[in-house]
């Protein structure tokens, strides 16, 4: 069974390797831990910090959790990340991803996120990125399967026009075969 998350908000980290030598925060549920001492948790608060990249986070997780590869919450809102780290990508089992609050300016950097079969719920709201035009539309159209998009649901008709409005260039082109013979 799993336990609450694994909070390691407001502490000040800078790094992953700085959460292996904090204690998490207690909440209002004890924390769970396995036989081998790790947490029992398919979440992950990292919010709060002072973050400037996730490089680290499998051993981190690896050393932490007892089943790491059914990371289900990551929250990295309110850091200092500047961009989206491909390892992310990586985290098959991930449903929730938090990333609001941070400083991603490049909006391309969220297709690597569409491979995520599971993610549901996306939030990257006060990032730089958000100013960019078509914002909402182009994270909709990368990852069709989001149910939440920075705490608003995700219409149909959003994913529609996120469709229509992001096709590749090419499709947009008619074709006109017997012109040229």
Known sequence: ???P?????????????????????QGLQPLR???????NSRALRLNNNIITD????????????SQPELLAWLDLSFNDLT???PVLAELRSLRVLYLHGN??????EVEQLGGLPLLHTLTLHGNALENE?????????????????????VTNQERRMAQ??????????????????
């Open 164 to 181: 229509i409005w992001h096709q590749p260039t090419h499709r947009h082109k008619p074709t006109n075969q017997g012109a040229e013979s």
């Open 133 to 153: 035009r078509g914002y909402r539309g182009y994270v909709i159209a990368a990852m069709p399967q989001l149910k939440m998009m920075d705490f608003s649901a």
């Open 103 to 108: 400083s991603i300016s490049v909006l391309g």
């Open 5 to 25: 998350p694994l909070d390691f908000s407001f502490k000040c980290l800078s790094s992953m390797a700085d959460v292996l030598s904090e204690e998490p925060n």
């Open 1 to 3: 069974m799993f336990g």
């Open 54 to 65: 996730v490089t680290g986070l499998h051993v981190t997780m690896a050393t932490l959790l």
């Open 83 to 85: 961009h989206i780290d």
């Open 33 to 39: 831990r396995s036989s081998d001492k790790k947490f």
